[in-house]
């Protein structure tokens, strides 16, 4: 328990150091978990049985007991049992293979894996609350542009590198390509509310093209396990299958513009009590949530239902705040052992601290994870620094592709750490540059525009003090609000209040210039009957 307590402690602390040092807390979370990775350190802080696959486990008893069986049968003179052991790396492996172990422990992970997968679902479940349609409808022609161009030049630039590095381009390559192609939601959503621009045409195309963007990932990502699966390429299952998932995204989509908004409407004034109201619409979100995702999972994946049943959502402005309130620690947490666990257990410690590794991993980060998203917003005048490096940033659903593909056979040890270092060099610039370009541009837009620049100057100013490089959640839309009319009031009252006081000193010196000019008054008599005296005296 204490161990337990140790390594979760750390995770956190290094979180928050994160923020200070200005670096994003995926980077440190993985840090953490790297160095107190089972079998790394002499003390484990996670036993294996909690933090390894049970199959892997299992697997390197059997090789063991193979190994030593091997070596007596060839210290006979016995070639064949030699080879039983071949090809088993890491005990990975079950009889038929690597890719028999690794299907049975993506579907049953150990404990911290499987927390984290639920994070990232959650996750992706409240990014598609965040859906905008009526912004939607305005941009979506430039940012359907922006979103295929930020998906398949990362995905073809991965392809092509993972060849120059000698590594077969499918499907590692095919798997790289995919794992860079998604773009960070939250980290855009935030930075363009802290910078009061989101509703803004650029913010609202910025906005729909990283949603696009995740949407054709989706996809891509679906495809990539279905032809990668041991029927290999199936008409059904690479064809068919994303077919009708895109179908049902559109038709479930459209009940979130005009169907479930009128519902929640009805449900809040038929129940008099708000607790209630909350409850009802947290138990529908968790119902659409688990069906949808049990339905996309038949056609590939879970995530597209996830997504599928936020955007349900989406149309109705409190229901993030309702989940928020409800999950939002919980969510944090979960994606920090995601972080930690999931993606840093995966991760080969020898493979990834190689020169090689990080040599091809800085080339691919560059060219293929940073360029082609910068590229992606070349067409988009004035704001396309602005908008393509709000495509760069990367998050959860970029690590969870590649540990996926890892875990599943597809990625080789060596191709995993060079994307793990790729997707590491988003991280780490893309919320920084962006935070600048944006600055700058915002200003300049000001000053074209004739606004207030000292007033967006402060607004700048107060975007880039802030600790935005990494969101454990998506920002709450009407806290926010809420914070802000709070906020309003409360710098009303001030005003109202040093009115006051000024008024009640105005009145203070009213008073005593009243009470003055009383006593001169007072005193003007008295000196016109001085000289009456003198004659009555002089008379005497």
């Known amino acids: 328990m204490l161990r337990f307590a140790g390594f979760f402690a750390a995770v956190f602390f290094a979180g928050k150091a994160a923020k200070y040092v200005r670096i994003s807390s995926i980077v440190f979370e993985i840090c953490i978990g790297l160095v107190f990775a089972p079998s790394l350190l002499p003390v484990e802080l996670l036993p294996q049985v909690y933090s390894n696959c049970p199959h892997s486990l299992t697997d390197a008893a059997k090789l063991s007991s193979m190994s030593s069986v091997g070596s007596v049968m060839s210290s006979a003179g016995s070639a064949t049992a030699s080879a039983i052991g071949a090809g088993m790396p890491g005990g990975r492996m ?8 690794a299907k049975y422990c993506g579907s049953e992970p150990n404990i911290f894996s499987f927390i984290g997968h639920i994070g990232v679902g959650l996750m992706i479940f409240e990014s598609g609350m965040h859906f905008d349609f009526d912004g939607c409808k305005r941009v979506l022609p430039k940012a359907t542009v922006v979103a295929i161009f930020g998906t398949f030049l990362p995905l073809i630039a991965g392809m092509l590198l993972t060849g120059a590095f000698g590594f077969p381009m499918y499907p590692d390559g095919f798997a790289a390509g995919v794992a860079l192609a998604p773009t960070s939601v939250g980290i855009a959503l935030k930075l363009l509310m802290e910078a009061k621009v ?8 910025i906005l729909t093209a990283a949603f696009v963007d995740d949407i054709l990932s989706l996809v891509i990502f ?10 290999g390429f199936n008409p059904v299952t690479c064809v068919v299958f994303p077919i009708i998932g895109c179908i049902f995204m559109v038709a479930a989509g459209a009940l979130g513009i005009s169907f479930w908004p009128k519902v929640l409407d009805q449900m809040k004034t038929k129940l008099d009590s708000e607790k209630r109201f909350m409850e ?19 056609l590939g994946t879970h995530l597209w239902g996830a997504f599928t049943a936020g955007m349900s959502f989406a149309g109705y402005h ?24 999931t993606v840093a257990f995966a991760i080969p410690f020898k493979a990834l601290f190689t020169v090689e590794a990080f040599l091809y991993g800085s ?7 940073i360029l082609t998203k910068v590229v992606a917003g070349a067409c988009m005048g004035e704001a396309k620094f602005v908008i393509g490096w709000a495509m760069v940033g990367r998050a959860e659903f970029a690590y969870l592709i590649a540990e996926m593909a890892k875990s599943g056979g597809i990625l080789s040890n060596d191709m995993f750490a060079i994307v793990i270092w790729a997707l590491l060099y988003a991280t780490i610039i893309a919320p920084i540059v962006f935070k600048l370009v944006l600055g700058k541009y915002v200003i300049a837009q000001a000053k074209a525009n004739g606004e207030d620049v000292e007033a967006v100057k402060e607004t700048v100013a107060d975007m880039m003090r802030a600790h935005t490089l990494h969101g454990d959640h998506f920002p709450d839309m009407v806290a926010i609000e809420e914070q802000e009319r709070i906020e309003k009031e409360h710098n ?49």
Request: hydrophobic residues 45%; glycine residues 6%.
């Open 198 to 205: 989101l509703q803004k045409d650029f913010g609202q195309l």
């Open 492 to 540: 009303r009252l001030k005003v109202l209040e040093e009115e006051t006081r000024a008024k009640d000193e105005e009145i203070d010196a009213l008073q005593k210039q009243i009470s003055s000019n009383s006593l001169a008054a007072a005193q003007i008599p008295e000196k016109q009957a001085e000289p009456a005296k003198v004659e009555e005296l002089e008379a005497l």
């Open 94 to 101: 079950l009889g038929g293979g690597s890719t028999d172990a």
């Open 280 to 298: 009802l619409v947290m138990t529908l979100m968790f119902f659409l949530l688990l069906g949808y995702g049990s339905f996309t999972m038949y």
């Open 222 to 231: 679906n495809i990539l396990f279905a032809i990668t699966s041991p029927d």
């Open 318 to 341: 409190q229901a993030h705040h309702i989940w928020s309130h409800q999950t939002k620690r919980m969510t944090a947490w979960m994606l920090r052992v995601f972080f930690s666990c």
């Open 363 to 369: 080339v691919m980060g560059i060219v293929a994870c």
